[in-house]
């Protein structure tokens, strides 16, 4: 595996040669996933400057524009080029906003679940012993619960601490915790499991023979070398928590309709699919899971791309 | 026409994407019936290829570019999948490396069997379980009836490669292929499988390829030898002569590394037949170096002294004791290492040579007994400052080059970390500085600390290693088994580069290993253990010539016959 | 045998009283039982009367016992909202419950396992590409999506199938079953399809990539070179050695099938206990919210120490010891 010259490698050309970015440029199911998925995150996080209307400024919406259909259908009015809702709001704008909020609430959600699960994961690995039965005897019973339904269940038992006015100003903050709560456990056991492989290494032995301590070993030398597994559950679970959140809001337990995710708007329109304006679910849901699909899709190649046995 | 096998002129490429990987070249060898044609070479040689060509078992993307491979007088190059099936069992047998993983976990011994002579002969029931009970029986497996009922993982090691042999004869092939078959075996195991194959050979007139990078191996079992150097055979012959008196430089310098058992050389011939490894870069000079400073003379005591030290593993736990399954992986073990002397652990696998290493490092913790370094004991309070400072006077390389580095660090790093830690140097620019020498020192130039281990071979990893160990500057270098995971030309050079490390610096040295002869060109003194117990403490020289405990003398006894090579090779050309 | 299952036994019920204590605490931390027994406008007195008749006052761990003996005898008390015991609310809609995750895993493993196993074998053939891509599809697409597209074709649009609630059932007298008229069936098929979906597709993936990793396995190139034909290579080497690890997920997608009917049951108007559960939690009615817990993790428990005993018997290693 030499490189021809004594020439250390720079970054770039390390970058270059590397099997998993080659395997990514000569895959073409992996670049348009990613593509798509950043189009998508850029378009939601720019929403201020994208959408044509502000849908939570009531000065820009007017009830006698509602239930407009799309721009091209008969009805329809050009500048409402998806339609606009059952408030007059239009359809394109609220699905910007409401994707930055799917979008935002699943990122963080995946960020907890991950923080939480890698730390007590590595812990559990590295240290042993009564520490690491305590850890992972409580992750293998909440597996065995299925996560939306803790989900259900966390963000309910949320709901119902809180005060009713700050319900809703909270709401948001209630899912993250009650997905990310219900994450960890996923990435306890991947992180545990890299662990005990890594912790067994002679690398490993290496540092404690010079005489670097635990936590410097568990930095340093275990957690680096643990993340490629990480990340693949990381992006598996992204699309994982943005589906929670849009199932809770559909439920009525998620974000309320006051600053609708996507999950909220398709609960809404779908209220209003038996009346025949389909456009109010068809739009969102179609939004939901084109995200979905390409961070699966490019979940799925980075799964293929990092597992060691495959290659 | 009497040749079973003839291969001419063959290709097999791999293409990737950095361009096609030739695996062989233009490769011709030929296997008559009753012979066994051992096919050699080191990691890379394309050994392995030849045989899975052969069957048409490539690992995707390989492929046969050209040649042919003739068998029996038909050409096999070209058949289909269906036409290939009823060659492979039936004509021709394979015997894979790793028991362990040949044989279906979910099935009995017998379903495996009945399936494969169903498959081959047209015997169907009884008759086909009574062929399989004649197999197991030929294989030296006692009581085959009832062991047919027996799944994979109710038999050991060696008891599994002797039903993958009879696996591979259950078609009553005429041709054995046998890729590394006893690799994964212990050396009294391996000794009774290679009898089996050689006496399968002669009743059964079989050709068989032995594929194995062990010289020791191509010793006792060979007619003929074939030596693969980087995809083409450099030299075929007789064993006698190849072993004896090779030809080419290639082989002149494989057969010149492998350690001879009969008597202690100073150094190993050194071979320049290897590319890609150590270069002679400037070596520094260690008495005015930092790496030969701020040792303080305490040679007067033992560097490492051991009393009494045991220690079991739970093999199954269980609430009531008696249920409790333990392994007294170290019993009772008492030795001391004079400092400057060279100490070896030999023993085969699971005797607690490398446990015993392990606590001496620290890396466990014993049951009971002390351990003692330059007379500061270690072991009573791990823990504390004083056992720690102790401690720092001791390093340890290991076993497998490709899991001892951090692969997300680079070789800089690596080697400064415990420098940086210990804070051994007075700033950061003395650090680079001191990991430059050091491996300049080892052979493999400074600009390797830019570089990320796995740009590296085996041997330079290994060589990375020693560089990191130098680094907290030691006075004991515990080594377990620094180079069975290298090929054997890689392993004189590193075993020379220890040799001279230990003179320059005057290091005490604890060498673990099973290979025996590795141990007698290394070690003063060695101990020889069996389940966890010292049977034998003696200087090596007493230990080779006259040993006193029986297990001393059986270990030597399973040594491969090395008296086909000749005597005269191991002076420096 | 028995150590193994005795060791299981003990972490089942582990998980039983982490649940019940957590369903427990549900009581005390969520909301006001007595607030939600008689309303904001009762006097001091009378609320003070009925923390005593709850036994409000006595020490915690005298609540928790008795809370112990009465989900053991299956009282769960009153559900807040409908004022009716909640054992017997349950087990009015469990039947429902129980046949829509019935029919929706019976459609998962059957086609799952097939699709699994023919992607698993014919890895290059274009049908398995086509199903493999539309799988991940199904795996990107949330339940409630499924059902409400399902709903608009098969519903609204095309007028074949009921687009909500359960019809056409038939009284057995201790179980309500919609499985015996064509009714009942067509009532259940959309439903099922939709709670079926997301699992088929991940046991699809499952079985394949488990095929896949045990195609590359060294005995499966001994039987290669043992020339054995590729239909014993395939069904009897490597798809018994899939189904260990198939096994387990099974259990774990059985579970799953539980969770997501609470979501299927609201988009169908299911009459089922994952409706009633999520009406619970909208009105927090902790009675039911305990009772669905306490009752899912029996489930869950349940089909966890059948999936151990499956492993028991189709791996010899873990039957036989070594």
Redesign the interface.
Same mark, same amino acid.
């Given at each position: 595996m030499s490189l021809p010259t004594d020439r250390p490698a720079t970054r770039w050309e390390r970058f270059k040669d590397n099997d998993i970015v080659w395997s990514f440029f000569h895959s073409p199911g992996a670049v348009i996933a990613a593509v798509v998925t950043l189009l998508m995150i850029l378009a939601c996080v720019f929403a201020p400057v994208l959408a044509p209307f502000d849908p939570f400024d009531p000065a820009q919406i007017s009830l006698w524009d509602g239930k407009l259909p799309p721009a091209w259908v008969e009805g329809g009015q050009p500048q409402y080029l998806l339609g606009t809702d059952n408030q007059g709001r239009d359809m394109l704008s609220t699905i910007l906003y409401g994707g930055r909020l799917s979008i935002i609430v699943g990122l963080a959600a995946v960020c907890l679940g991950m923080v939480l699960g890698v730390t007590l994961g590595v812990v559990s690995g590295y240290v042993g012993g009564m520490t690491d039965a305590i850890i992972m005897r409580i992750a293998d019973v909440q597996l065995t619960i299925p996560g939306i339904l803790l989900a259900i269940l966390i963000n309910g038992i949320g709901r119902a601490v809180l005060p009713l006015e700050l319900r809703d100003d909270f709401a948001i903050y209630v899912v993250i915790v009650a997905i990310g709560l219900t994450d960890w456990p996923q990435f306890a056991r991947v992180a545990r499991g890299a662990t005990l492989v890594e912790a067994n290494k002679e690398y490993v032995q290496a540092a404690r023979i010079i005489g670097l301590p635990r936590w410097l070993i568990m930095i340093r030398h275990i957690f680096p070398n643990t993340l490629r597994p990480v990340l693949v559950i990381a992006t598996i679970g992204l699309a994982l928590a943005i589906i929670s959140e849009a199932t809770l809001s559909f439920l009525g337990q998620g974000i309320p309709p006051t600053t609708p995710s996507l999950g909220t708007l398709i609960r809404v329109g779908n209220e209003y699919l038996f009346s025949g304006l389909w456009w109010i679910t068809f739009f969102p849901a179609i939004a939901l899971v084109v995200l979905v699909f390409a961070v699966n899709l490019l979940g799925d190649w980075m799964r293929d791309a990092l597992n060691p046995k495959l290659r | 026409m009497t040749e079973l096998l003839k291969i001419e002129g063959l290709d097999v490429e791999f293409p990737t994407r950095r361009g096609t990987v030739k695996a062989a070249r233009n490769v011709s060898l030929t296997v008559n019936p009753g012979e066994v044609v051992g096919l050699v070479g080191e990691s890379g040689a394309g050994k392995s290829t030849i045989g899975n060509a052969i069957i048409d078992l490539l690992e995707t993307p390989g492929r046969v570019a050209g040649g042919s491979i003739l068998f029996q007088g038909e050409e096999l190059r070209g058949r289909d999948e269906d036409e290939m099936r009823t060659i492979r069992g039936d004509r021709i047998g394979m015997i894979f490396q790793d028991p362990q993983t040949s044989l279906n976990p979910l099935m009995t011994i017998g379903a495996q069997l009945v399936e494969t002579i169903e498959k081959t002969t047209g015997l169907t029931g009884a008759d086909a379980e009574a062929r399989a009970e004649e197999l197991l029986a030929q294989v030296g497996i006692t009581e085959a009836k009832a062991r047919l009922k027996a799944y994979p993982h109710q038999f050991s090691g060696g008891m599994r490669q002797r039903v993958v042999i009879a696996l591979a004869l259950a078609g009553d092939p005429d041709l054995i292929i046998a890729d590394e078959p006893t690799t994964a075996l212990d050396v009294s195991i391996q000794a009774q499988i290679l009898d089996l194959l050689k006496r399968l050979c002669r009743e059964r007139n079989l050709g068989v390829i032995i594929v194995t990078h062990d010289i020791g191996v191509i010793a006792n079992i060979a007619d003929r030898v074939v030596v693969m150097y980087r995809g083409e055979v450099v030299e075929t012959g007789d064993v006698a002569q190849i072993l004896g008196a090779p030809n080419h430089e290639y082989t002149k310098s494989l057969i010149a590394a492998v350690p001879r058992a009969d008597r202690k050389l100073e150094r190993f011939t050194s071979v320049d037949y290897i590319e890609g490894d150590a270069k002679p870069f400037s070596r520094i000079d260690v008495q005015n170096h930092w790496l030969g400073q701020a040792r303080s003379d305490r040679q007067a005591k033992a560097a490492v002294e051991v009393d009494n030290l045991n220690l079991s593993f739970v093999l199954q736990k269980s609430l009531l004791k008696r249920n409790r399954r333990m392994l007294q992986a170290v019993d009772d073990a008492t030795f001391s290492v004079a400092a400057g002397e060279t100490f070896g652990i030999v023993g085969e696998s699971g005797s607690g040579k490398s446990t015993i290493a392990r606590m001496i490092a620290g890396l466990y913790q014993p049951d009971s007994g002390q351990i003692r370094v330059f007379g500061e004991d270690v072991s009573t309070r791990p823990a504390s400052a004083t056992a720690r400072q102790a401690r720092r006077a001791l390093q340890m390389i290991f076993q497998d080059p490709y899991s001892s580095l951090n692969a997300r660090m680079r070789v800089m790093d690596i080697v400064a970390e415990p420098i940086r830690y210990h804070r051994l140097t007075g700033s950061e620019s003395e650090t680079r500085q001191v990991v430059s020498d050091l491996l300049d020192h080892v052979g493999l130039g400074a600009a390797a600390g830019l570089k990320y281990p796995h740009e590296f071979s085996g041997g330079q990893r290994q060589r990375i290693s020693i560089a990191r160990a130098l680094a907290s500057r030691p006075r004991i270098l515990i080594c377990d088994e620094p180079t069975s995971a290298l090929d054997v030309s890689v392993q004189a050079t590193i075993l020379n580069l220890l040799k001279d490390l230990q003179e320059e610096l005057g290091l005490t040295m604890i060498f673990i290993s099973h290979d025996l002869p590795v141990i007698r060109q290394m070690c003063d003194r060695i101990a020889v253990m069996r389940h966890g117990q010292i049977c034998e403490i003696a200087e090596a020289e007493t230990l080779f010539e006259a040993p006193t405990h029986d297990y001393s003398r059986h270990l030597l006894d399973l040594m491969p016959r090395m008296d086909l090579l000749g005597t005269d090779r191991a002076v420096p050309a | 045998m028995t150590t193994f299952i005795l060791k299981r036994l003990a972490?089942s019920l *582990?998980?039983m009283a982490?649940v019940s204590a957590i369903s427990f605490s549900?009581f005390n @931390?969520?909301?006001d039982p007595v607030n939600n027994m008689v309303g904001q406008d009762a006097t001091r007195e009378q609320r003070i009367e009925i923390r005593q008749q709850l036994g409000l006052d006595d020490p915690i761990l005298t609540q928790y016992t008795r809370f112990m003996g009465n989900i053991l005898s299956g009282d769960f008390g009153l559900s807040y909202r409908i004022k009716r015991p909640v054992d017997e609310l349950i087990l009015e809609r469990l039947p429902a419950t129980l046949e829509l995750v019935f029919v929706s895993a019976i459609i998962a493993l059957a086609v799952g396992i097939t699709l699994g196993v023919y992607t698993g074998i014919r890895r290059k053939s274009w049908v398995s590409r086509v199903i493999l891509s539309t799988s991940?599809?199904g795996? &990107? *697409?949330?339940?409630?999506?499924i059902g !409400? /597209?399902l !709903?608009?074709v098969f519903a609204?649009h095309l007028r074949w199938l009921p687009s909500s609630g359960r019809s056409g059932t038939v009284d057995l007298g201790w179980w309500k079953t919609s499985l015996l008229t064509v009714d009942g069936w067509r009532a259940i098929l959309l439903p099922a399809i939709t709670l079926s979906l997301f699992q088929l597709t991940l046991i699809l993936r499952l079985v394949r990539a488990e095929m896949m990793?045990v195609m590359?396995?060294?005995?499966i190139?001994?039987?290669? /070179?043992?020339?054995? /034909?590729?239909r014993?290579i395939n069904f009897?080497?490597a798809l018994?050695?899939t189904l260990?690890p198939v096994i387990t997920i099974i259990g774990?997608n059985i579970?799953?099938l539980?969770?997501?009917s609470? !979501?299927t049951e609201?988009v169908f108007q299911w009459p089922g206990t994952g409706l009633m559960? !999520?009406q619970a939690?909208?009105f927090?009615d902790v009675p039911i919210?305990a009772a669905y817990?306490v009752f899912?993790?029996l489930l @869950?428990?349940l089909i966890?120490l059948i999936v151990d005993i499956l492993y028991f018997v189709?791996?010899?290693?873990i039957r *036989?010891g &070594?």
């Open positions: - | - | 972490q *582990l998980v982490v549900l @931390f969520v909301g991940l599809i795996v &990107s *697409l949330p339940t409630f999506i !409400i /597209a !709903i608009y609204v990793e590359r396995t060294d005995f190139k001994f039987a290669r /070179a043992r020339g054995l /034909a590729e014993a009897r080497h018994r050695n260990v774990l579970g799953g539980i969770a997501f609470v !979501i609201t559960f !999520i939690v909208d927090v919210m817990l899912v993790a @869950f428990v966890n189709v791996d010899p290693r *036989l &070594s």
